[in-house]
């Protein structure tokens, strides 16, 4: 194989992870690379977390964590007095070889793209609410690649199965009376997703969701009506119950990849499918129309930050940087656009804060989804927990008169 184990590959694979993410690396590299190298097998899976244990939780409100983070001049809230929890699915950050699923290591060198993750996507909501995010045996990055692979499943049920136990451990170990956000990004969408189908929707808990901010996958259309047929799209800033859910390209990209596969879970099982029409919500506007937003909705993209720390990589090793803080919000920054096949095409980003230049002709902008409108985000969460707690305040009133 051209490049095999030498110089040349290392330096591609750095300037392709370095930077990018599930939809917007070339898949010819991420396959040629990081395919693990041994068939799945149940008997070699990391050892199963245990949630009793706080080591099993990236971020809980029993420790400090880099959740807690807001941006420059925005205040957070003291986690005893949020009024509602939030349940925060992590992206993929494991790529490394070895297994099919990660082995959560603190050591390694996904822990450092958990941390990246918690400063700059679940301390959205660090004003409002205290949040839950479980450690889990993700599926490889390359489980989305191998298409048709049965090993790919079966990570990919694993990674489920132990966010699934996550999710019963926070509901059993809580005031069942709190209202709580389901939150998740890339290959926590897709769990998510799933969880939404399995425990809320038609079921009594959907009561006490507030949304769903489920971003960063293509979510079908046909969701809707066959996986969580009872949780419509939010349609209005201030909607609960509801599912919010977009990925993000450069207006000046070919956009999402017509013949893209991905991985479905749907109550009937799996399938590697090509879903032409997807599902929007423009995070400006908070409506499902293909009207363009102006940038001057945009309340604030907070740049991401991350720092370079390539011999770690290479070495699969944490570098350790610990996020204290997570800048300031670039106002007016970007216009947004839900286009006809479910994308959401914003503003040029070339050579910008939010470029990602691991991306190909498609400009995807994936490992920004959130943060080029994260102060939006910020806000409509507090929109949603208010109108909630109303709605809530309202129905106790009447059934006590």
């Given at each position: 194989m051209l490049f095999k184990n030498s110089p040349i590959k290392r330096a591609v694979l750095v300037a392709v992870l370095l930077i990018g993410g599930l939809l917007a690396f070339h898949k010819q590299i991420i396959?040629?690379?990081?395919?693990?190298?041994?068939?799945?097998?149940?008997?070699?899976?990391?050892?199963?977390?245990?949630?009793?244990q706080l080591?099993?939780?990236?971020?809980?409100?029993?420790?400090?964590?880099?959740?807690?983070?807001?941006?420059?001049?925005?205040?957070?809230?003291?986690p005893e007095q949020a009024p509602v929890d939030v349940f925060f699915v992590q992206p993929t950050t494991y790529f490394s070889g070895g297994s099919w699923n990660s082995a959560m290591s603190t050591n390694e060198f996904a822990e450092q793209g958990t941390e990246h993750v918690l400063a700059t996507v679940a301390s959205t909501f660090s004003s409002c609410c205290r949040v839950y995010a479980p450690r889990y045996r993700q599926a490889h990055l390359a489980a989305f690649i191998k298409t048709g692979s049965p090993a790919a499943i079966q990570a990919l049920d694993l990674a489920y199965q132990d966010v699934e136990q996550a999710f019963l451990y926070f509901l059993k170990h809580r005031d069942p009376a709190r209202p709580f956000i389901l939150a998740s990004h890339s290959q926590g969408t897709l769990h998510s997703l799933r969880l939404l189908a399995n425990h809320v929707?038609?079921?009594?808990?959907?009561?006490?969701?507030?949304?769903?901010?489920?971003?960063?996958?293509?979510i079908p259309s046909d969701a809707l009506t066959v996986t969580i047929p009872n949780i419509p799209l939010c349609t209005e800033a201030g909607m609960t119950g509801c599912l919010v859910t977009y990925d993000t390209y450069d207006v000046e990209g070919t956009g999402r990849d017509p013949d893209g596969v991905l991985p479905y879970w749907y109550p009937s099982g799996w399938e590697w499918a090509n879903r032409p029409r997807t599902l929007c919500v423009n995070p400006l506007s908070w409506k499902v129309d293909q009207q363009k937003v102006p940038k001057q909705a945009n309340l604030g993209a907070?740049?991401?930050?991350?720092?370079?720390?390539?011999?770690?990589?290479?070495?699969?090793?944490?570098?350790?940087?610990?996020?204290?803080?997570?800048?300031?919000?670039?106002?007016?920054?970007?216009?947004?656009?839900?286009?006809?096949?479910?994308?959401?095409?914003?503003?040029?980003?070339?050579?910008?804060p939010f470029d990602n230049r691991g991306a190909g002709e498609d400009r995807s902008l994936h490992p920004n989804d959130w943060t080029l409108f994260h102060?939006?985000?910020?806000?409509?969460?507090?929109?949603?927990?208010?109108?909630?707690?109303?709605?809530?305040?309202?129905?106790?009133?009447?059934?006590?008169?």
């Amino acid at each position: 194989m051209l490049f095999k184990n030498s110089p040349i590959k290392r330096a591609v694979l750095v300037a392709v992870l370095l930077i990018g993410g599930l939809l917007a690396f070339h898949k010819q590299i991420i396959a040629w690379y990081i395919n693990p190298p041994v068939d799945f097998s149940i008997e070699q899976v990391p050892a199963a977390p245990d949630y009793s244990q706080l080591a099993f939780w990236s971020a809980h409100p029993g420790v400090n964590d880099s959740a807690d983070l807001a941006p420059d001049g925005v205040t957070t809230i003291v986690p005893e007095q949020a009024p509602v929890d939030v349940f925060f699915v992590q992206p993929t950050t494991y790529f490394s070889g070895g297994s099919w699923n990660s082995a959560m290591s603190t050591n390694e060198f996904a822990e450092q793209g958990t941390e990246h993750v918690l400063a700059t996507v679940a301390s959205t909501f660090s004003s409002c609410c205290r949040v839950y995010a479980p450690r889990y045996r993700q599926a490889h990055l390359a489980a989305f690649i191998k298409t048709g692979s049965p090993a790919a499943i079966q990570a990919l049920d694993l990674a489920y199965q132990d966010v699934e136990q996550a999710f019963l451990y926070f509901l059993k170990h809580r005031d069942p009376a709190r209202p709580f956000i389901l939150a998740s990004h890339s290959q926590g969408t897709l769990h998510s997703l799933r969880l939404l189908a399995n425990h809320v929707d038609g079921k009594a808990l959907r009561k006490s969701m507030v949304a769903a901010y489920l971003i960063g996958y293509w979510i079908p259309s046909d969701a809707l009506t066959v996986t969580i047929p009872n949780i419509p799209l939010c349609t209005e800033a201030g909607m609960t119950g509801c599912l919010v859910t977009y990925d993000t390209y450069d207006v000046e990209g070919t956009g999402r990849d017509p013949d893209g596969v991905l991985p479905y879970w749907y109550p009937s099982g799996w399938e590697w499918a090509n879903r032409p029409r997807t599902l929007c919500v423009n995070p400006l506007s908070w409506k499902v129309d293909q009207q363009k937003v102006p940038k001057q909705a945009n309340l604030g993209a907070v740049p991401m930050q991350w720092k370079d720390a390539i011999p770690e990589l290479l070495k699969n090793q944490n570098p350790g940087f610990k996020y204290t803080t997570i800048g300031a919000p670039m106002v007016g920054y970007t216009s947004a656009r839900c286009h006809q096949d479910g994308s959401l095409m914003v503003d040029p980003q070339l050579g910008s804060p939010f470029d990602n230049r691991g991306a190909g002709e498609d400009r995807s902008l994936h490992p920004n989804d959130w943060t080029l409108f994260h102060m939006n985000i910020r806000q409509n969460a507090a929109d949603r927990v208010q109108a909630y707690m109303q709605s809530a305040s309202v129905a106790v009133s009447a059934i006590s008169e």
